[in-house]
């Protein structure tokens, strides 16, 4: 079967995998979709003829996507909620060219309502769950409709990502040009935050890969692909610490000269920790911080202190690790005085990056079906789900806010000239046009 695994093209960059559903940020660096690219390599390994294409790391255009794309037998198009409208659209005008063409589409936004994304999509199929989980035999015998939910019990069972498919020099560090990918670690989260769409999607036992398999894949990379910076991928990185202790060492023992990054919890690591991370080639962490005032952290069940968070930051950067804090401005019962609480918070901790959100209630978090009951939701325009704008009914003005946090937090000299030293020059312009300080 000639299959084409598709990474639609937008008129916006997107990052689009996992819970992450968003514009390209974190100076704008674009994730790969990995799992778009092991749903490739299982087709290879059944050897089906397989094609990949992320138009949006490539820069291709709609009108050229359109004009130049091949007839295929299956096409597995990966979809999230705030590109979900521009997706269906170009499924319907592949469509249009090519009926005969089976579409499938997968994706959080599609495990939320699989017979409404089916409907709106203009595709054949969604495959809900884990794509991963059905794809091998989806392409024995490809039946329309909703498939049952499935997920991957075994991650170590997934063979490495078609990377000689993919255009790597595309994917690179904003603060230093050099290639980088992703690394799957684990999925799945035990915590219950309330805006968090992992466990409805990913469910709440964390799934880890071992750590052999997680070294031999880096090894794949550098060797391969000349690969030496990485983003090692987890709903919560540091959920087992025997496990991330045993990877730092192989790294080590590997003698594998990296860089890499995650995310954690303040409540999930140790100085001990962060010094093996260090050790191994950890640079950067980033942590879900949420808000700086202790009541709101109540409401959506974070279940994290303020004084945990501090001692956290000052662990790691005893270990001298960069550090990302992420805030959420919006959050139930925010006020104007929570916000300011937590703009001040995050002055006084003084991570080395930080970024402000305002609340989207995605499909599959909690917070969404609470704001559906209590009739708050003002836009179900899916293209409007978005970390920069405001889609719930709130006195609020959460953009007026967000623009300040930026600025109070970033436009310090103990700030901007520590940021000068990891940043490459051409890469500063672009940073500060998404975190909306200059623009």
Known sequence: MKCLFLNPPNKEKFVKEGRCQHEASFFSALY?????????QIAKDSSHEVDFIDAIAGN????DFLENIKEYDFILVDITTPT???DANIIKKIKEKYPKTFIAIYGFHA?????RSLKESNADAVLVGEPEAHIQDFLKNPKKGVTEKKEVEDLDSLPFPARDLMSLEKYRLANTGQKFTTIVTGRGCPFNCSFCVVPFNYGRKARLRSPEIIVKEIKECVEKYNIKNFWLNNDT?????????ELCNLIEKHKLKINWMSNSRVDTVDLEMFQAMKKSGCWLLSFGIESGNPEILKNINKNITLDKVQNTIKN??????LTMAHYVLGLPGETEQTIDNTINFAIKLD???ADFFILTPFPGAKIYEDFKKEGILEIENWDSYRYAQKIFKTELPLEKYQKQAYRKFYLRPK????????VKPGAISSMFRFLKILK
Not at 60 to 63: A, K, L
Not at 237 to 245: A, G, L, R, S, Y
Not at 415 to 422: C, D, H, N, R, S
């Open 237 to 245: 990185f540091t959920i087992k610490k025997d496990q991330v202790m």
């Open 316 to 321: 790691a950067k005893k270990a001298k690790l």
């Open 351 to 353: 991570s080395d990056f």
């Open 84 to 86: 979900f409208i521009n």
């Open 32 to 40: 790969p979709p990995i799992t778009l690219a092991i749903c490739a």
């Open 415 to 422: 700030k901007i000239i520590p940021i000068l030293k990891i």
């Open 111 to 115: 495990n939320y309502d699989p017979k």
């Open 60 to 63: 291709i255009t709609i009108e």
